[in-house]
């Protein structure tokens, strides 16, 4: 099984909203990343987690929340985003590959602020 | 730094036509170089991968590259394009850390496939 699940696909929110991304895998990989993409441009890096414990923050905004509750679930939660907050929000997983950490991504969820 | 340079945009073939999508890039080290494809509105797909083991990599439906270090290149290329294969493609260098890895990404080349 080489799947990174993600849900919700699509999802709709207004600037004073609260709301959650959610992803998942069951390969027993260590590493999760938060990944935001804008239209015709490449992944930008937001977090990553190794071993649970939060090991890169690239200065994202406090409105995106990141929570890992265990090796197999990553959160992301959002509140009071802003219109230009709205893009494809990947997942991404990893684990050690002789000594090579290939990302496996997830579908995305699409998120557009109004 | 690590730095990743796709030289086309887009590239636009016909369908049976061989594909061409090149990149360059800059890593101080040996690098660990991938080749990711998104079709739209979907998530990223590994294609392959080069780790040092071999400098012709070949990948999923019918993807291959060739890693030439006197050029810093790392080009992907298939025999004959598929109405399929439509899709953007980023070439990517990685960066090995304690537990993770950190990706640097191509700006990215929209593939269009005519019949």
């Known amino acids: 099984d080489t799947e990174v699940t993600q849900t919700p696909k699509h999802l709709v929110m207004g600037m004073t909203n609260k709301k959650s991304l959610k992803c998942e895998q069951h390969?027993?990989?260590?590493?999760m990343y938060w990944y935001k993409q804008k239209a015709k441009k490449p992944p930008e890096l937001m977090f990553v987690?190794?071993?649970?414990?939060?090991?890169i923050n690239e200065s994202v905004p406090s409105r995106f929340s990141p929570e890992c509750p265990n090796s197999s679930l990553l959160n992301l939660h959002l509140h009071a985003l802003q219109p230009e907050d709205s893009a494809l929000y990947l997942c991404?997983?990893?684990?050690?590959?002789?000594?090579?950490?290939?990302?496996?991504f997830g579908p995305g969820t699409r998120l557009t602020v109004t | 730094a690590q730095s990743v340079t796709q030289l086309d945009s887009h590239v636009s073939v016909s369908e049976g036509t061989p594909v061409l999508l090149r990149c360059n890039y800059s890593?101080?080290?040996?690098?660990?170089l991938f080749w990711y494809v998104q079709h739209p509105n979907k998530g990223l797909q590994l294609l392959l991968k080069?780790?040092?083991?071999?400098?012709l990599v070949k990948g999923i439906n019918g993807f291959e590259a060739e890693f030439k270090k006197s050029e810093t290149s790392f080009h992907l290329t298939k025999p004959s394009a598929h109405m399929s294969d439509a899709a953007e493609y980023f070439c990517?260098?990685?960066?090995?850390?304690?537990?993770?890895?950190?990706?640097?990404f191509g700006k990215g080349t929209m593939l269009l496939v005519s019949p």
């Open positions: 991404a997983s990893s684990q050690d590959r002789d000594r090579y950490y290939e990302q496996y």
């Open positions: 990517v260098v990685s960066e090995q850390n304690s537990g993770y890895s950190t990706l640097t």
């Open positions: 987690y190794s071993y649970e414990k939060l090991s």
């Open positions: 080069y780790t040092s083991a071999a400098t």
């Open positions: 890593s101080s080290y040996s690098p660990s």
């Open positions: 390969m027993g990989h260590r590493a």
